[in-house]
């Protein structure tokens, strides 16, 4: 795949308010409300810088990835997504190649996003993610005047 755009990095937080203190402190303003992602168990805060975000993640529940991840990891860097067209096709062709994916399919995502993730011992101790925005969502589309 070529032209990948960096969508966000994911930094995991026991707390979005204490996980904010630093993006607070160099002068941005979470954007949107709070969002909970059902389907991943997580609360989600964003921070825009740039063309991308910023994705805090807390989680919602005890028995969600992020809340494992943050037994066994200190708060910090969760992971990195990028921006593709067509989730599928993508996740087709990774998958005639060998990478490995945590799930089977895509799932939902923030904001009506669909995501997948590979496993990180494919990208080198990196979870990587794969986001396909709606046609009418997303950074794209709010730089063209559409409502996010």
């Known amino acids: 795949m070529t032209g ?5 990095i994911g930094i995991a937080t026991p707390d979005l308010d204490v996980g904010s203190a630093p993006y607070l ?13 059902a389907a991943q168990g997580v609360n989600v805060r964003v921070f825009r810088v740039g063309e991308s975000v910023v994705e805090l993640l807390a989680p919602a529940r005890p028995d969600s990835a992020i809340a494992r991840y943050l037994e066994k990891n200190r708060p910090g860097l969760h992971h990195t997504a990028y921006r593709v067209p067509d989730l599928d096709a993508e996740v087709s062709r990774l998958k005639a190649a ?10 939902p995502g923030l904001h009506g996003t669909r995501v997948i993730f590979l496993h990180p011992k494919w990208g080198q101790g990196t979870l990587i993610e794969l986001v396909e925005h709606p046609r009418t969502h997303g950074p794209q589309a709010q730089r063209q005047g559409d409502a996010h």
């Open 25 to 37: 402190a160099l002068g941005l303003t979470p954007e949107g409300e709070d969002e909970l992602v």
């Open 4 to 8: 990948l755009i960096l969508d966000h």
């Open 98 to 107: 060998g990478a490995p994916f945590l799930s089977d399919a895509p799932g």
